[in-house]
């Protein structure tokens, strides 16, 4: 991968004020769940691993190199919220590119900074134009929401939006 200049970023902090889980965060208009995780940049790696012709650990700043993409999927919690932003990031077919996926493979892992992991069949990823969002709404996504990486799936449950996104096991 060569090197590039990201484009400039403040890292972001905690707000004053966490909202609760499944209550609304008024500062970017999206619901929060799970326990957020504080991750630093200076360690930070993508890995993605498994069925695949080259084993990756890409930087925060690599991933914002790669081409930048903008969608807006509504991301559903069944039967909680719908929540409607504008996510930018990276596609997750831009990331398996580098990696050389196999032909064989058939289901990513994505796995969280908090331990929480999700089996998503990759076809449905790859169809839906999956996107690994590091921008919500035209900033950087916060802290609260999934900083660094965050998983967008459109037409996938929210469940699946994978949250301080450390991992990616193709499968």
């Given at each position: 991968m060569e090197d590039c200049q990201s484009t400039p970023?403040?890292?972001?902090?905690?707000?004053a004020r966490i909202p609760g889980n499944g209550e609304l965060d008024k500062g970017i208009g999206l619901h929060v769940t799970g326990r957020y995780k504080i991750i630093s940049l200076d360690t930070y790696r993508l890995k993605v691993v498994g069925n695949i012709d080259n084993q990756l650990e890409l930087t925060y700043d690599q991933i914002r190199c790669l081409p930048r993409v903008t969608a807006n999927p509504l991301l559903v919690c069944p039967g909680l919220f719908k929540d409607s932003?504008?996510?930018t990031g990276v596609t997750i077919q831009s990331i398996l590119d580098l990696s050389g996926v196999s032909d064989r493979a058939e289901d990513l892992v994505l796995i969280s900074a908090e331990g929480y992991r999700v089996r998503v069949p990759l076809l449905n990823i790859l169809q839906k134009d999956g996107l690994l969002a590091y921008e919500v709404n035209g900033q950087i996504l916060p802290i609260l929401h999934g900083f660094p990486l965050r998983a967008v799936l459109p037409d996938i449950t929210g469940m699946k939006w994978v949250k301080w996104l450390v991992?990616?096991?193709?499968k």
């Open positions: 970023y403040n890292v972001p902090t905690l707000p932003a504008s996510w991992e990616i096991q193709v």
